[in-house]
């Protein structure tokens, strides 16, 4: 297995980050796309992989649809294989077949669809095979697992006969996500209303548009991290917008906190340096995908912090904190569940001149682990793991002035 080592480098001057475009929004706009009669004009599409996946099984619509390692569109494509009344196998990864989808296939056996799993229940790979007639307009599920099984199953909605009333019970997580896909679905002439726990969408049909794609503020987070734990530097990140729809724009709250100013213009975001405030608690329920980051960048400034909802780390990509726990042990920090549900980050007071960290084929855990090269000398396993969400990650890392070396 290949492997990526990049020297020690705190002090670096401005430097333009050209940000790659969200594969969340991307993957959405996908299948709204398929959804629409008539053609819709989609630029500035993401590059990473889970997206070009997603576009390369709607463009050749195989009997078995691969969808390798991507949670996203694994889960899109079941419902629109299911709702669409598509025969497909639907597979991936091992390690996608160990993540579950039971809740959204039993949302869309509910609803009519015929689905048959070809392994362990509630598993991929599965088959949808056939959906005839709508059995009901009314559905509840969970909404404390995870919000790609509501947004694959609104962005359907309009299509269906009667449409449909989908009730969130629980704690709803991530709900920035579900808000993203119903906003998007506004941008292409679909109506909803949102209100407490109810969602309700009408039977409509989606209308041919014009959409560009926001930069990812996923990729932006390790950005951010990297100048809070840098010694100097000013960075400016391209194709964000200060009301974005992407809820990992939280970042921008939390780096304040952590001494990172942002200030916003028609091409993106201004990154400087400021003083550190701290902060003591926060609560990742609707942004868990910036959790590693504010993670690692809390161990190497020396703050500790609480964290909370973070629930869905466990089944994504890798346990997330579990690795988390694993690799911030490296540089002496850790993450102490103390209570029920609530995570201590306890800071390094010691940090190693180098580190080896592993990503578990895990893209998050690579990049939000970058920011150790301003404190020392990290090397990381599977440099291409980053490819599922940033392809060119590793050559913006090069723009700070530093030569990643990749060794096999």
């Known amino acids: 297995m290949n492997t990526v080592t990049i020297p020690r480098k705190s002090r670096f001057g401005q430097v333009m980050i050209p940000l790659p475009s969200s594969k969340s929004e991307s993957n959405r706009a996908l299948i709204i796309d398929a959804l629409t009669e008539g053609d819709n004009q989609l630029s500035n599409l993401a590059e990473a992989r889970d997206t070009q996946t997603m576009i390369r099984l709607l ?41 579950p989808i039971g809740i959204l296939v039993d949302a869309l056996r509910t609803l009519g669809a015929d689905i048959e799993y070809l392994g362990v229940e509630g598993y991929p790979p599965l088959k949808t095979k056939g959906f005839t007639s709508q059995l009901t307009d009314r559905l509840q599920i969970r909404g404390d697992v995870s919000s790609q099984y509501i947004s694959a199953l609104v962005m359907n909605a309009p299509l269906l006969p009667k449409g449909l009333t989908l009730e969130l019970t629980g704690k709803i997580g991530s709900r920035t996500y579900i808000e993203m896909t119903l906003e998007l679905m506004k941008e292409f002439g679909v109506e909803y209303t949102f209100e407490e726990n109810i969602i309700f969408i009408k039977p409509q049909t989606y209308r041919p548009t014009r959409f560009t794609v926001e930069s990812d503020w996923s990729g932006a987070s390790y950005w951010f991290s990297l100048l809070a734990c840098a010694e100097e530097g000013e960075l400016y990140l391209t194709g964000l917008k200060a009301n974005s729809m992407q809820g990992d724009s939280h970042i921008v709250a939390i780096m304040d ?57 466990r089944i994504k990509e890798t346990d997330r904190i579990d690795a988390l726990q694993r690799e911030l042990a490296k540089i002496h920090a850790g993450l102490e569940e103390r209570k029920e549900g609530v995570f201590t980050l306890v800071p390094s007071t010691q940090l190693p001149d180098r580190v080896q960290i592993h990503t578990y084929d895990d893209h998050r855990m690579a990049m939000a682990f970058m920011p150790l090269m301003a404190k020392m000398e990290v090397s990381f396993d599977d440099p291409e793991v980053v490819n599922k969400s940033y392809p060119s990650f590793w050559k913006h890392v090069a723009l700070l002035g530093v030569e990643p070396l990749i060794q096999q």
């Open 59 to 99: 463009q050749e619509d195989p009997d078995t649809l691969d969808v390798l390692d991507a949670g996203t569109t694994m889960r899109f494509l079941t419902a629109y294989a299911a709702l669409t009344n598509r025969t497909k196998i639907l597979t991936g990864t091992p390690r996608m077949c160990e993540r």
């Open 257 to 313: 906190k952590l001494g990172v100013q942002s200030q916003f213009d028609s091409q993106g975001v201004r990154l400087t340096k400021k003083p550190i405030v701290g902060i003591e608690h926060i609560d990742f329920t609707h942004c868990p995908d910036i959790a590693q980051t504010v993670a690692v960048t809390c161990a190497l400034l020396g703050r500790s912090c609480e964290f909370s909802g973070l629930e869905s780390l």
